[in-house]
């Protein structure tokens, strides 16, 4: 397990850029934020999806799984008033340039992206008001090894359909076991077998409203006997 580094040029994920600077990645064939509004998008699952930002309060943990362009860490530190953690574990990093042309979509965010890649490659960045540390390597390993519990979890993996091993039943026991009592959690997906392995770990799971084309999406808190 590792903290954030600075990928080589030759380890970058291959990317296509759609209409509007969304990277597509070539290995999963998935956008990494919603064509029709990622920070929007954002907003409504992750943000809203975990009563963020009124639970923040000074300390709070959020953990991610897959960092991605870090869209999901900017819009945290837009809203955050006091200093909290944010965890992500990530498999596939991208180089500062890509990143810095992924943040280019989103203007209203660029004094905390710049952040966030000033301090790229250099362990925990600050950024606003979050410590953000981003922990190398396939998640089956580097979550089982994390020593830490999460006050609320962004899962955000490519679609489950495409990338599977990282909405495996194992991943979703360990993300319970690495939750805080009364945590939560909320992603995009409302995929069947996603829901069943999250509430099989100890989550009261519900099906939410979905963002733009999407009906569903899914939430839920770490039940009180598992907490």
Known sequence: MSDLTHPRPDDEPALDWCDGGVPVSQQFDDPYFSLGGGLDETRHVFLA?????????????????????????LALAQVAMVPVRMTSFEAWPLSRAQLEQAHAAFPDLADLAAQLRDGWGQGTVRVGQVDLTVILGDVRDTLPAWGQAADAWFLDGFSPAKNPQMWGADVMAQVCAHTAPGGTFATYTAAGHVRQSLSDAGFDVVRSPGFGRKRHMSRGRLTAQNG
Do not use: I, S
């Not at 000074?58 to 870090?70: I, K, L």
């Open 49 to 73: 999806g975990n009563d963020l930002p009124a639970r923040l309060t000074p300390g709070f943990h959020v953990a991610e799984t897959g960092f991605g362009t870090g869209l999901n860490a």
